[in-house]
Structures are given as structure tokens and as C-alpha cells.
């Protein structure tokens, strides 16, 4: 079974402080990608990567960064959270092409306060 | 860039009947199409997905129909049920883009 973990599941940060995000996948998949999603907007790409020591940005990075420093972990990093970085993050895996199904984490909650 | 729109935000349904969402799409190298389902409180998952060497495809209850002439393509579900109830979302893909663009979602809210 396919496994896409996220920690931590909730988070409440204060604007201006740093927050990291993981996840940890054990499908040896090469592309992972992290999402927000915002009621309204569903799921907008932030960064994305095609495997250890590569990220890129996706449809709305400003205000994040991205590591990957092995094929199992992805990190997104906000150096100085602020409110509206407040939504649902997504964590998600799958097969070099993107024509394949894609696994998802089972997110986590970031309210910046 | 390529655009994917689901019409409906929200469908309600009858316990029974068929519920249909539909997407459209606007990159004609488009060739992969997915939907997920995303269950109140929880993360997506797949169900069904169809590619463009084919117009039509089945699972059990659910059938993927691709209209390439229209860009489009819809989620049919047949005699509904409870657990049917959830949001879901179309996405696309092309060959030369391997990322999938997702639409913004359909709740679909199935009446007892």
C-alpha cells in the first residue's frame, strides 16, 4: 500500500516565525508535490520536485521553499508565516510522467495567528 | 497554461439516482484524466481515470466519459449511495506537461 506521511497533522503558528512541513513517502516514487487548498480555489500547486536534490516552483510559490534532500522526503518551508499562508497542505507522490495515480498525505492543518 | 473547470461547486442528488460532474479542459494535448475523491475531513484518493485513446471508461459504478472534440469529460455515478457523498475533483494532464491541473472541485451531496 502506497503510504504518503505528513507531520505534524495540525500546526498553529505565530506571523513571522518559521514553520516547516514534512512528509515522508515509502513508494520510491520520484515526483512529489505540495498543495494548498483553500475552500474555493481547490488544490493550487506550490512547489514540486523530480527527486532528491530537486525542487521547482509551481503555480503559486511566493512565500515558501522547498527541500528534498532524499527520494523519501519532501519538506515545505515558510520562513515568516504569515495569516494568509493559513489553509490545508497537501503532501503528495507518484511515477516519474504524471500520468499515474498520485498519493496523497493525509495533510495538515496550518493556522497562522 | 492549461485550464481545467468543473461547472458545477456543488451537486445534490436522490439516493438512487445517477449524479454526472463535468469538467473541461483547454489544452488540446491533454491525454490523461484523472478524478479523486475527497471524503469530508480527509485527504483525496483516486477512483477512476481515463486517457485519450479511449472515449469511454467503466468501474463498477462509475464511468469516465471523454468528449476530445468538446474538451471535455464527466464523472457519471450510478445508483447512488450514502458513501458516494464527497468532493470531487477532475484534473488533466498532457504529455509535454506532466503536471496535473486540477478543476476546483464538485461537492456532491447525496439525499436520503
Known amino acids: 500500500e502506497a503510504a504518503v506521511t505528513q507531520s505534524p497533522r495540525n500546526k498553529v503558528a505565530v506571523t513571522g516565525g518559521k514553520v516547516t512541513l514534512s512528509c515522508n513517502q515509502t513508494?520510491?516514487?520520484?515526483?512529489m508535490y505540495w498543495y494548498r487548498q483553500d475552500t474555493g480555489h481547490g488544490l493550487r500547486l506550490i512547489h514540486y520536485?523530480?527527486?532528491?536534490?530537486?525542487?521547482e516552483k509551481g503555480d503559486i510559490p511566493d512565500g515558501y521553499k522547498a527541500s528534498r534532500p532524499s527520494q523519501e522526503n519532501f519538506s515545505l518551508i515558510l520562513e515568516l508565516a504569515t495569516p494568509s499562508q493559513t489553509s490545508v497542505y497537501f503532501c503528495?507522490?507518484?511515477?516519474?510522467?504524471?500520468?499515474?495515480?498520485?498519493?496523497f498525505g493525509k495533510g495538515t492543518r496550518l493556522t497562522v495567528v | 497554461g492549461e485550464k481545467v473547470e468543473q461547472h458545477e461547486s456543488t451537486l445534490s442528488v436522490r439516493e438512487g439516482d445517477s449524479a454526472v460532474i463535468n469538467c473541461t479542459y483547454t489544452?488540446?494535448?491533454?491525454?490523461?484524466f484523472p478524478w479523486y475523491k475527497q471524503e469530508a475531513g480527509k485527504s483525496l484518493h483516486f477512483v477512476i481515470d481515463i486517457r485519450s485513446n479511449v472515449d469511454r471508461k467503466q468501474s463498477q459504478r462509475l464511468i469516465v466519459l471523454l468528449d476530445k472534440k468538446a474538451k471535455r469529460f464527466s464523472l457519471h455515478i450510478t445508483a447512488t449511495q450514502p458513501e458516494d457523498s464527497a468532493i470531487y475533483f477532475c484534473?488533466?494532464?498532457?504529455?509535454?506537461?506532466?503536471?496535473?491541473?486540477w478543476g476546483s472541485g464538485t461537492k456532491l451531496i447525496i439525499k436520503p
Open positions: 513508494n520510491n516514487h520520484n515526483n
Open positions: 503528495a507522490s507518484g511515477d516519474a510522467g504524471g500520468s499515474t495515480e498520485v498519493f
Open positions: 489544452d488540446t494535448a491533454s491525454s490523461y
Open positions: 484534473a488533466a494532464s498532457s504529455d509535454s506537461n506532466y503536471q496535473l491541473i
Open positions: 520536485s523530480y527527486g532528491a536534490g530537486s525542487t
